[in-house]
């Protein structure tokens, strides 16, 4: 992976894809597009189950689809998607799978080259049901999107909560903060317990943790544009919580 210290271009969702597109040098160029797999692999696999693929047959195509995204320069389509990260990338998707998947060619098994683990993958099959039955593949991948929004979101408080020397409450306080998979429930009681607060002490610290993780979320999202106006930031926060609310 690329590091922030030794990377040709800011460590960002969107910059991924120009320095993959950029890079002269093949390992950064594969570093790059391994980042990019590694944040939005779920979103992919998901929509491809759901558009009926079995579960190996999912798997041959993740790996085949980022593969591709720099082989065959699937990265030019960007502008074509309002700059994007999640337009950009089931746009392509979709022209891949038309293209390349339907033409059988899944002996390739990503061109040989395995960018995720298939066990991490085999693993996790059945979370691509986790949402309404009603759903479309596109509108899964959506949701799924803003998840990986929130997580992202969420790791990057949490590495700077640590920094700071609050870990240990941000741990007990991260599931007060966005609905996120797989988190235990707690209440403000118990939380108050937890940290040993009084309930209006709580209600300060949690106050100012929900506030900076606002900032940081809007900050993830701008870095999933080609230009993070504040109209378009506020667009993806707005299509963010609409995932969430359907």
């Not at 990377?7 to 950064?28: C, E, I, K, M, Q």
């Not at 230009?227 to 969430?244: H, K, M, Y």
Request: hydrophobic share 40%.
């Amino acid at each position: 992976m690329i590091s922030q210290s030794d990377a040709p271009f800011p460590v960002t969702r969107w910059s991924l894809v120009a320095g993959a597109r950029s890079a002269a040098d093949p390992s950064r160029r594969r570093a790059a597009l391994e980042e990019l797999c590694a944040l939005y692999w779920r979103p992919i696999y998901g929509f491809l189950r759901r558009r009926g693929l079995a579960v190996a047959e999912a798997q041959d195509a993740t790996q085949g689809f980022f593969v591709s995204l720099l082989e065959e320069d699937l990265f030019t389509k960007a502008a074509e998607d309002s700059g994007r990260m999640r337009s950009f990338l089931l746009g392509a998707l979709q022209r891949w799978q038309r293209g390349e998947w339907r033409k059988g060619q899944a002996e390739k098994r990503g061109g040989g080259q395995e960018l995720l683990s298939l066990e991490l993958l085999a693993e996790e099959d059945g979370f691509e049901a986790t949402g309404s039955d009603d759903d479309t593949p596109e509108r899964y991948f959506e949701k799924s999107c803003a998840l990986v929004l929130l997580e992202s979101a969420m790791q990057r408080l949490g590495k700077e909560q640590t920094a700071a020397g609050k870990d240990a409450a941000f741990t007990v306080l991260r599931p007060l903060l966005a609905p996120l998979s797989g988190e235990p429930t707690i209440s403000h009681e118990e939380a108050a317990q937890q940290l040993r607060q009084t309930p209006e002490a709580l209600r300060v610290t949690l106050h100012r943790l929900r506030k900076r993780f606002a900032e940081v979320l809007r900050e993830t999202v701008a870095d999933t544009l080609v230009n993070p106006t504040e109209e378009a930031i506020q667009g993806e926060l707005d299509a963010l919580r609409a995932a969430f609310s359907a």
